[in-house]
């Protein structure tokens, strides 16, 4: 019928139909990192799970117990960093900020650098 039509043939001299097209832009280096990162997390999660059967975590029990700690860490998380923006924002008020914020990072990398010689010495 279209092409019966002047005006209608027109519309869409190439001949497609108007059905959207789907195009997907994949980039390998990010795909590449997201492949090391599930990698690396799904050998800590094994390593997790050895260790909830050392416990005495039953088969049966071991992903309701993976799921119970990942729920967990991830609250565990959003508290921290809520806490922090809390902090943040009660700095920033005070104009602390530019004092705080060194004395903070040195905190960190400092129980960073003690965690690890820690690790490493033991």
Partial sequence: MASQSKILSQVRPDGLEDAPQLQ???DRDRAATLGITAAFGLIHGLGFA???GELGVSAGETVAALAFFNVGVELGQL??????LVLFAVLTRLRMVTT?????????GGMGLFWTLQRVIA
């Fill in 24 to 26: 997907i832009d994949i």
């Fill in 50 to 52: 050895s260790v909830l």
């Fill in 79 to 84: 508290l921290f960093v809520a806490a922090v």
């Fill in 100 to 108: 705080a914020l060194p004395a903070a990072l040195c905190a960190a």
